[in-house]
């Protein structure tokens, strides 16, 4: 249904004059005696219901349908006429709803039977129903203002329903040519305001309402063009069911609804508990949910019958009863579903239709199966809350076309066995999503809670070998604290500790000589020695860190903490790593041919693309065999940077980079207090891991022994 | 999206294409070596398509049913016979029926008509079709638009001009149209000859049967993928503001949620996400193909080996039950997940939410879903035992709120019976007594039912009256004190009217005093 159809706008109009207080003759019996007490006492008389009650009633229930199918979107305004019209809402969304209209009606009370039936007609509300229909909603408000020069493609469409008592077809006559008048007038006058739109289609339904066993004074007639704008169709129906199964009818006509029979609930007896018998519950829905039976012309087939209406089908399916007693078991199978649609029991009050949607509403599902003579049962839907709103879901049951694909393990990459599979498990968990208020929607940077989600998703897989072969510090147990925080947006001081003890840690073990869980798979022997272990970790866990380097200075300085814990003086030791590493590579190369190549270039090129900033900085700092060592290219900050004792050699790795960042920091922040007291630019850094730990000072990252 | 071959092969097809200094082709030859060109490409680079294969002259026949055995479909298409007049009408509800025995009626199906564009002459003929079409009766309608959704590519063998000199191009215009627009028209360029033919086909293939190809990425991983089949683009609100959505060929994960909190949502299609090797000559249309098998199948080994991080996401996710929400473009979500089949085979899937930015009420807007990190307190709790999903509704649907309908009498005597049946119980149902009394008086004043205020009224007064000698003296007062409370209501102007006024019970020094003894 399109958003701005006829169906946008409904405006009631209920006929509020003096006869409408006359009784409908439709009497209801509420004192029901029970044999025991029965003796010796007098029941009550049995009570009927006004027109007017009949009335107010009836259209309740269509806007209870209306509002359980469609909470948004699809607005009613309540009118009352007498000797002038009471409006009982607006179109604002906040004012759709069931309660906020009864408790206005309750306002308005029953018609006054000693009012002067002269003054009184439902013309009033009719002329302010046409009023109501030119005033623009919240809904086309807001796509006129998007839409901006498109703006007269937003559509002012409605109906008018109209419960009244008639004198005759003339009466109906005169009603129908006042809302045309009224139609022409108001559009001239909403032609000319921003806050009103001319009416382009309008509905008119017009339910003549009259007492049981009197004879109608008006004829029903269908639709009927008046004019270009306006369409008008009259009713005439006895007050009480008649009354009730016509709006139920106008109401699926109208919002494209239709019906299905839950059959064969199984349901505790009232009375001997231990007892069940099979319950049937009519639902309302959007008629979509049947559309495989529509199309397919198996509406007769799919065990639809006529109801008492006569007028209206409905689809008949049987309740499955679900396999697991558990809440939950059943809600973690994902089916493959293809609409979902908001219900509304007929019968919303009677107690199978309260067991049902109670049992739904407690969180279980219930699949529902098509009726057949024969064959095998087909599972078409399924009836499932979310939130307390239930569901009816359209089951796939025809074949799929994507029936045996070819299995993930016979692609790409479904060789490999070693996947960190629990990792990424524990991973997606951390990734979960969870929704925030739109008051709270954008943070500081403009970021929506998605972008965010994103970022943070970048941030966590900035290093993140798929395979455990391809991975040493994401197999100790260890190395959690760091890796879990290094990953963090921002660390607190505290956090900055955690790190720093992960890393003494390491360097404990690696005093201690503990082994490490390195992989075997691909070297010759043995594999690496201890000392060669250790540095693949050391290397490895400075890779991780270096990638979060520039998130913040705490970052930064769990990478100093790294860096001056290493066992080995950064110049010497990246001397023979390339050497070594170059062995290494050409192993492997050899076995595992030329994807392996890519692959290690791939995860460089992977661990420095987070900034494009510094992309020409890190193709000089790149650690890679196949580029040629940086040494003759100055770094551009050189006029900024103090380069460190050149004579003493080549500038290594770490001095660069250590540089670099200090620059980049030092236009943040104040001079650090050691800088400023420091002698010749030479500042003795970590003195306290000096005292602690005995370890090697080291001076503007360049080591000094 | 299955595909129907439907093959023209009706006595026109055998009209010889007159071509200077080559063998004699007939139209027919020319067709088929199109379709093998379209079944050849199918079969490396679409293998997955289901497709069948119809001939039809005055009447049709299902040549072969739905298969990936483009084997047979060449094999058959090869050995067709040559039949009488060309009847589309007929075929074309061939086709209907072929696809909705199979498939239901919501799969979407491309439906591929080779013909050479004389389409039959008097009854039966496509213009004696499209002539009768506004006089059929509802069990012989004309099988156009088909139910399910479908595209409709006509295959001329012929030229344009030619087909403009007699009515056929209009009458096949006109199909495309009533298939609500979803098809085209290829005819050929140039003299009929196999060249012609050939680029005929491959625009088809181009514009049908092109793979989709794409990355998925999730923060710095990522991988080459197919998504198979294809997802087609579509328009969003066709009335106020049209916009046409097609999926991108960046797919990026925005995070992760539990299969029980995305719990079965609908879907407008689904698609296989396979991880393909970057090796990009292979993807190129029907080239290249046929001398290095041998190196193509070792190169398959090889990307078999190597870490794919598809492979990894499937793994994880049916591990942890969970599912990857993925944005396919502005506005436009779905969700990744581990789907496995009847045979313990499992594969990545990827199905496609209706676009928009709130496609599941459960689930609120997506842009509005973030890291859990930044809540206050994680929403899963502690120890998972919580989930922030579903989203509540702001207001509650009338079987959620205990309303009062009294449309059945039914439903009015059970509300009466309720309130007597606590009547009786006074004082230890005192508070369910009034609750009940309240809920009537309630919707009796809202449906401006005065006279039934009056009646339980009356019936409550009738209680009080028949109390046992043994009931408890605060019962007698909180009747008629609730009785006198309903007459007051039913006057209607008093200040007891009020909807929102509740009828409270009445203090007496019983209920005090009978608590504490």
């Not at chain 1, 049992?359 to 809350?385: C, D, T, W, Y």
């Not at chain 1, 250790?534 to 890779?543: A, D, P």
């Not at chain 2, 078999?304 to 979500?333: D, I, R, T």
């Not at chain 2, 209680?463 to 309903?486: G, I, K, N, R, V």
């Amino acid at each position: 249904m399109k958003m701005f159809s006829v169906s946008h706008k409904t405006v009631f109009v209920v006929d509020h004059c003096p006869y409408m207080a006359e009784s409908s003759r439709q009497q209801v019996e509420c004192d029901i005696l029970t044999k025991s007490r029965g003796q010796g006492v007098i029941p009550l008389a049995p009570i009927s219901k006004s027109l007017w009650t009949c009335a107010v009633e009836c259209s309740m229930e269509y806007c209870r349908i209306l509002y359980d199918v469609y909470p948004a979107g699809k607005l009613v305004n309540y009118i009352v006429s007498d000797s002038e019209f009471h409006s009982l809402n607006t179109w604002r969304q906040e004012e759709q709803s069931t309660h906020e209209l009864m408790s206005a009606l309750a306002a308005v009370g029953p018609p006054n039977p000693q009012e002067d039936p002269e003054c009184c007609s439902i013309l009033h509300g009719l002329v302010a129903a046409v009023e109501s229909l030119c005033s623009i909603t919240e809904y086309q408000h807001e796509s006129r203002t998007t839409l901006m020069e498109t703006a007269e493609r937003v559509a002012n469409r409605g109906r008018i329903i109209c419960l009244t008592n008639a004198k005759s077809d003339t009466h109906v006559r005169m009603l129908e040519d006042c809302v045309q008048e009224t139609i022409q007038e108001q559009n001239k006058l909403a032609a000319g305001s921003d806050r009103l739109m001319p009416i382009q289609q309008c509905e008119l339904v017009l339910v003549h309402v009259y007492p049981q066993g009197d004879d109608t004074l008006v004829s029903d007639r269908s639709k009927k063009e008046i004019s270009s704008v306006l369409i008008s169709e009259v009713h005439s129906v006895r007050a009480g069911r008649h009354l009730a199964s016509k709006l139920n009818m106008l109401v699926q006509h109208h919002f494209d609804l239709a019906s299905t029979t839950i059959t064969n609930i199984p349901m505790k007896e009232e009375q001997h508990a231990n007892t069940s018998a099979n319950y049937d519950v009519e639902l309302l829905h959007h008629r979509d949910a049947h559309i495989e039976f529509i199309k397919s012309g198996d509406l007769h087939m799919a065990g639809s019958t006529s109801r008492d209406s006569g007028l209206k089908e409905t689809v008949t399916l049987k309740w499955c009863t679900p396999r697991t007693n558990s809440v939950g078991m059943d809600n973690n199978e994902l089916h493959y579903c293809t609409g979902a649609f908001r219900m509304s029991p007929v019968d919303v009050n009677s107690r199978p239709s309260s067991c049902l949607t109670n049992f739904l509403l407690n969180g279980r599902s219930v699949l529902l199966e098509q009726p057949r003579k024969s064959g095998s049962k087909v599972i078409s839907h399924m009836l499932s809350s979310h939130g307390g709103e239930i569901f009816l879901h359209v089951l796939n049951s025809t074949r799929s076309t994507l029936e045996d694909p070819p299995s993930i393990s016979e692609g790409c990459g479904g060789r490999v066995t070693d996947y960190r599979i629990t990792d990424f498990g524990e991973f997606m968990r951390e990734n979960r999503l969870t929704p925030f208020p739109e008051s709270s929607s954008r943070d500081s940077a403009g970021k929506t809670p998605s972008e965010r989600a994103k970022a943070q998703l970048e941030r966590h897989t900035r290093y993140w070998p798929m395979i455990i072969s391809q991975t040493t510090i994401f197999n100790m147990q260890a190395v959690v604290p760091l890796a879990n925080l290094i990953v963090k947006e921002s660390l607190t001081e505290e956090d900055v500790l955690t790190c720093q003890k992960t890393v003494y840690n390491l360097v404990d073990m690696e005093r201690k000589n503990d082994p490490l869980p390195i992989s075997t798979v691909g070297s010759r022997g043995k594999g690496p020695k201890r000392d060669e272990q250790y540095r693949i970790m050391w290397n490895e866990l400075e890779t991780l860190v270096k990638t979060h380097v520039n998130t913040s200075e705490r970052h930064q300085r769990v990478l100093e903490c790294i860096s001056a814990c290493r066992s080995k003086p950064a110049e010497e030791e990246d001397r023979k790593k390339r050497g070594r590493k170059r062995e290494d590579k050409e192993d492997k190369a050899e076995k595992n041919g030329k994807d392996e190549e890519k692959s290690w270039q791939d995860s460089d090129r992977l661990k420095w693309a987070q900034d494009k900033e510094d992309q020409t900085e890190s193709e000089i700092i790149k650690d890679s065999p196949d580029s040629p060592e940086p040494l003759n290219k100055k770094p551009r900050l050189t006029e900024e940077v103090q380069v460190p004792e050149k004579s003493k050699g080549p500038v290594s790795l770490l001095s660069m980079w250590t540089s670099r960042i200090t620059t980049a920091n030092s236009r943040k922040h104040q001079e650090f207090a050691g800088r400023i007291t420091s002698v010749n630019n030479k500042a003795e850094l970590y003195q306290n891991l000096k005292d602690e730990n005995g370890m090697d000072t080291h001076e503007n990252g360049k080591a000094t022994r | 999206m299955p595909t129907v071959v439907l093959m023209d092969a009706s006595l026109s097809m055998t009209r010889p294409v007159s071509l200077e200094g080559s063998e004699d082709f007939q139209r027919k030859n020319l067709a088929v070596h199109g379709l093998t060109m379209l079944f050849e490409h199918m079969a490396t680079n679409y293998k997955l398509e289901f497709t069948a294969l119809v001939a039809f002259s005055s009447l049709w026949e299902l040549m072969v049913p739905f298969t990936r055995d483009y084997n047979t479909l060449q094999e058959t298409l090869n050995n067709l016979e040559d039949f009488d007049k060309t009847c589309l009408e007929a075929a074309l509800q061939g086709v209907s029926n072929v696809m909705q025995q199979e498939w239901g009626s919501g799969c979407p199906c491309q439906v591929v008509l080779v013909t050479d564009g004389s389409l039959g002459i008097g009854r039966g003929s496509l213009r004696h079709s499209l002539q009768t079409l506004k006089q059929r009766r509802d069990d012989k309608k004309f099988p156009l638009p088909f139910p399910f959704p479908s595209k409709l590519f006509i295959m001329c063998i012929a030229n344009a001009e030619e087909l403009q000199e007699t009515d056929a191009m209009d009458n096949l215009e006109q199909l495309i149209s009533l298939n609500e627009g979803d098809g085209q028209i290829f005819t050929m360029e140039g003299p009929l000859c196999l060249k012609s033919v050939q680029s005929m086909f491959g625009k088809l293939i181009d514009q049908a049967y092109s793979p989709f190809h794409a990355v998925l990425h999730c923060g710095n991983l990522s991988s080459d993928v197919q998504v198979f089949p294809r997802p087609e683009p579509m328009i969003l609100d066709e009335e106020v503001d049209p916009i046409p959505k097609a999926v991108q060929t960046d797919l990026e994960i925005v995070g992760f949620i539990e299969i029980g909190d995305i719990a079965s949502p609908p879907v407008i299609s689904r698609h296989l996400v396979l991880p393909i090797a970057v090796n990009k000559e292979v993807d190129e249309v029907g080239t290249g193909n046929t001398d290095d098998v041998d190196e193509e199948s070792s190169a398959n080994q090889m990307a078999g080996k190597s870490p794919n991080f598809c492979v990894l996401l499937h793994g994880s996710l049916k591990v942890e039950g969970m599912v990857a929400l993925v944005q396919l473009g502005p506005e436009w979500y779905g969700m990744l997940y581990s789907q496995a089949d009847s045979k313990k085979k499992s594969n990545l899937m990827m199905s496609l939410f209706e676009p928009g930015p709130d496609p599941l009420p459960w689930l609120g807007k997506i842009a509005q879903l973030g890291p859990t990190s930044d809540a206050a307190e994680n929403p899963y709790g502690e120890d998972d035992s919580k989930s922030p999903f579903p989203l509540q509704p702001k207001t509650k649907r009338s079987y959620a709120q205990n309303v009062t309908v009294w449309i059945k009498a039914s439903g009015l005597q059970t509300d009466v019976q309720k309130i007597l049946r606590n009547a009786r119980k006074l004082p230890e149902k005192t508070q369910t007594f009034y609750k009940e009394l309240n809920r009537l008086r309630k919707a009796a004043l809202a449906f401006g039912f005065w006279e039934l205020l009056k009646g339980v009224a009356e019936l409550l007064e009738r209680e009080c009256t028949m109390l046992p000698d043994s009931a408890h003296p605060d019962a007698a007062f909180q009747l008629s004190h609730a009785a006198q409370q309903l007459r007051l209501a039913s006057t209607g102007d008093s200040q007891q009217a009020a909807f929102d006024h509740n009828i409270t019970p009445m203090l007496t020094d019983f209920s005090s005093g009978g608590d504490r003894m």
